[in-house]
C-alpha cells in the first residue's frame, strides 16, 4: 500500500480533467503493479470528483449548467457564511461525492477510452483542493 498527496489550484467553478495530474503523481507505483485499486479522496466539502466523458468540453459545460438548475442558488439557504454559493456547493459536493475508487491492470488506472477523472469546483473563487491518493 502507497500514498500520495495531490493539491490542485482550481480557477473557481467548473469542471476540471485531472487524469494527467493523477496519473502523473502516481505513475512510479504503479509501474510493475498488476492488478490494484487507487482510492481518490477530496479533503473537501464544496467540491466533489467524478468520473465522465473526457473528449467533448461541452459536457463539462452541460454539468456546469444542470447542477444550477438541480441545485438553485435562489433557494432560501439558511447556511450562508461565505456568499450565496456557499451552501449549494456543499449539497453539490454530497450528492456527487468526493472519493473514486478506480482498478489498476497492467500498470495502469483501468479507466474506460473515453473516461477522465474530474474535480468539480463548486465555489465562484478560486480554491487550493487536496487529495488523497491510495495505491491498494
Known amino acids: 500500500m502507497k500514498q ?9 467553478r467548473g469542471y476540471y480533467l485531472i487524469t494527467d495530474q493523477i496519473n502523473r503523481c502516481v505513475e512510479e507505483a504503479l509501474a510493475g503493479l498488476d492488478v490494484g485499486l487507487l482510492h481518490v479522496f477530496l479533503q473537501h466539502s464544496s467540491a466533489s470528483l467524478t468520473i465522465n466523458e473526457n473528449a467533448d468540453p461541452t459536457v463539462r459545460e452541460d454539468f456546469k449548467n444542470f447542477e444550477e438548475k438541480l441545485v438553485p442558488r435562489n ?3 439558511r447556511h450562508n457564511y ?6 449549494p ?3 453539490k459536493s454530497s450528492l456527487m461525492g468526493c472519493q473514486l475508487s478506480i482498478p489498476i491492470s497492467g500498470g495502469r488506472l483501468a ?3 473515453w473516461q477522465g477523472i474530474y474535480l468539480c469546483e463548486h465555489r465562484d ?6 487529495m488523497v491518493l491510495t495505491i491498494y
Open 4 to 12: 500520495f498527496h495531490l493539491s490542485i489550484k482550481t480557477p473557481g
Open 75 to 77: 433557494f432560501p439557504y
Open 89 to 91: 456547493a456543499h449539497i
Open 125 to 130: 473563487q478560486p480554491h487550493q483542493r487536496n
Open 82 to 87: 461565505e456568499g450565496d454559493d456557499d451552501m
Open 111 to 113: 479507466l474506460g477510452t
